[in-house]
């Protein structure tokens, strides 16, 4: 089982803004290590989208942010378009585990 | 290009070993931390195991640990997962990935590292 939380899915029109929670606690988020986050499409390999909470890999569209805060951080898609659907999953690292860990993870569908 | 290929996959029965292969090219190999993640059908990812740039160090997640090792060979550019005692929960997708440190903290245990390349994975299925 995850220690990060994700909503199961998500849902928007194109053009819409949509968000991604993703929920830890003390010993991950918390504790002041950095969020990283993935997209997925059914079939292939993760890709990274954003790593140190916010920044983004060279050719990732600027439609793509991320904030932490706390114990949780965020992703956020602004001008959501059709082939933003796949699945997100954030990663962060925790130290009572003494591991890496996923997010549950998020389909994102486009209305 | 930068590009991360896995290898050695395939169907085994309980109880018994394999071991993954990941051949790298298009940087240089010595210069990054390694991850191993997998993914079970139809379910999400999992952190399996890290191993330092010279191999001498390495981590792994609980639900592996005693059974799988994480090695590399900087030579051949090649890193592998040698898989022992193999579970019918050990069914999944295996991937190598590439890992970046995110922070100034870049050493041991590698607490602070994402994983900025992926091999498209190779498949592990565990059953009698």
């Known amino acids: 089982q995850s220690v990060l939380t994700q909503p199961p899915s998500v849902s928007g029109a194109p053009g819409q803004r949509v968000t991604i929670s993703c929920t830890g606690s003390?010993?991950?988020?918390?504790?002041?290590?950095?969020v990283h986050w993935y997209q997925q499409f059914t079939g292939t390999a993760p890709k990274l989208l954003i790593y140190?909470?916010?920044n983004r890999p060279s050719g990732v569209p600027d439609r793509f942010s991320g904030s932490k805060s706390g114990t949780s951080a965020s992703l956020a898609i602004t001008g959501l378009q059709a082939e933003d659907e796949a699945d997100y999953y954030c990663q962060s690292y925790d130290n009572s585990l003494s591991g890496y860990v996923f997010g549950t993870g998020t389909k994102v569908t486009v209305l | 290009q930068v590009q991360l290929v896995e290898s050695g996959g395939g169907v085994v029965q309980p109880g018994r070993s394999l071991r993954l292969s990941c051949a790298a090219s298009?940087?240089?190999?010595?210069?990054?931390?390694i991850h191993w993640v997998r993914q079970a059908p139809g379910k999400g990812l999992e952190w399996v195991a890290i191993v330092s740039y010279d191999g001498s160090n390495k981590y792994s997640a609980d639900s592996v640990r005693g059974r799988f090792t994480i090695s590399r060979d900087n030579s051949n550019n090649t890193l592998y997962l040698q898989m022992n005692s193999l579970r019918t929960e050990d069914t999944a997708v295996y991937y190598c990935?590439?890992?970046?440190?995110?922070?100034?903290?870049?050493?041991?245990?590698?607490?602070?590292?994402?994983?900025?390349?992926w091999g498209k994975g190779t498949s592990v299925t565990v059953s009698s």
């Open positions: 140190g909470s916010n």
């Open positions: 298009g940087f240089t190999f010595s210069d990054y931390v």
């Open positions: 003390s010993s991950n988020i918390g504790a002041g290590y950095d």
């Open positions: 990935a590439r890992g970046r440190c995110s922070s100034s903290s870049c050493w041991a245990p590698y607490q602070h590292y994402y994983m900025d390349v």
